[in-house]
């Protein structure tokens, strides 16, 4: 049984920065890309950033530049920190482990019923 725990998040005034933080057990992490979504009120969910287990980042447009992912596999965690942070980013932020072709990550779900428990994230002045 594959279980993520969260940390992190909380309120930022625009501009600012937020670490997101993403705990494996279960599973071997160095094995898996890891990826993180993101949900805002009547919105669907999107895909924000992965990373492949070979380290290599994936970004959605909305963030690129801003959002930077990394890894620290003997920690069994994974990371994703917010700079630049703007009101749209506001949303609960999920983690999970994701499919992998190659060296590259993609922002689908490997497992339907395996998230994190959701982070806040308050962009807000």
């Known amino acids: 049984q594959w279980e993520f725990v969260q940390s992190g998040g909380g309120l930022a005034q625009p501009g600012g920065s937020l670490r997101l933080s993403c705990t494996a057990s279960?599973?071997?992490?160095?094995?898996?890309?890891i990826g993180w979504f993101r949900q805002a009120p009547g919105k669907v969910r999107e895909g924000v950033a992965c990373?492949?287990?070979?380290?290599?980042?994936y970004y959605a447009d909305s963030v690129k530049g801003r959002f930077t992912m990394s890894r620290d596999n003997a920690k069994s965690t994974v990371y994703l920190h917010l700079d630049s942070l703007k009101p749209e980013d506001s949303a609960v932020y999920f983690c999970t482990a994701v499919r992998q072709l190659g060296g590259l990550c993609a922002m689908r779900e490997l497992q339907s019923d395996s998230w994190g428990q959701g982070t806040q994230v308050t962009v807000s002045s």
């Open positions: 279960g599973i071997s992490l160095d094995s898996y890309s």
């Open positions: 990373i492949s287990n070979m380290h290599n980042p």
